[in-house]
């Protein structure tokens, strides 16, 4: 391709993308999209990079949102718009990374305004940078070919995980009794939803 993706992010995870995706034949260079004259196919985020690391992680969250924001912006308004995968570590982790959150949660809001751009949404474990630069370029042309994801998920193991949902079983109604000694406290119990609730509660015995 003679029209480059961008690679918006430096460090370790941005070169060994670059190296990538240069080895697979596709023209790339680093730098921010600044506007809908800036040439491209395609934009891959590294949003690890996009604020010093030493920084409180909520600091760094508040720092990195503006700048996919502004990203995702200059893509909108693009008579061609690129491809756009957005890059994160930790967002399934047991303590999600804020930056993570943030950035997943705002790509989901611009997804649901903008469904035709077809954001990519790719959070990987914090494993090494070329590692990390294999599963993007998987999903590169996987995106290419049209697969219809738009949030991926692949952890230390390399396994490919993608959202969905599906029927639970209703469980079974267990009694609810109140206890007639007891102290209940209604928040907002002047409301106009909060009286119904304290007449329901006188009803059923407290």
């Known amino acids: 391709d003679t029209v480059p993706w961008f690679v918006v992010g430096g460090g ?3 070169d060994a993308v670059a190296a990538a995706l240069r080895d697979a034949g596709i023209a790339c260079r680093f730098g921010d999209v600044h ?3 800036d ?23 508040l720092a990195v949102a503006p700048r996919v924001l502004s ?11 690129p491809a756009v995968l957005i890059v994160t570590t930790g967002a399934l982790d047991a303590h999600p990374d804020p930056v993570a959150a943030a950035v997943g ?4 809001s611009a997804r649901s305004e903008r469904p035709d751009l077809g954001h990519r949404l790719v959070d990987v474990s914090a494993v ?5 630069a294999s599963v993007l370029m998987r999903e590169v042309h996987r995106q290419r070919d049209g697969d219809g994801e738009d949030e991926v998920s692949t952890g230390a193991d390399g396994v490919r995980c993608v959202p969905r949902l599906r029927a639970l ?8 009794a109140l206890d007639p000694d007891g102290t209940h406290l209604v928040a907002g119990g002047l409301g106009a939803i909060g009286r119904h609730v304290v007449r329901a509660l006188a009803a059923s015995g407290a």
């Open 169 to 176: 079983a209703t469980p079974e109604p267990t009694a609810f």
């Open 12 to 14: 370790a995870i941005g």
């Open 39 to 61: 040439p491209a196919i395609g934009v891959v985020v590294d949003c690890n990079t996009l604020a010093p690391a030493p920084e409180h992680p909520v600091a760094r969250a």
């Open 71 to 81: 990203t995702l912006a200059t893509v909108a308004a693009s008579d061609r718009p």
């Open 35 to 37: 506007d809908t004259s």
């Open 105 to 108: 949660g705002l790509v989901r």
């Open 128 to 132: 090494d940078a070329v590692t990390i």
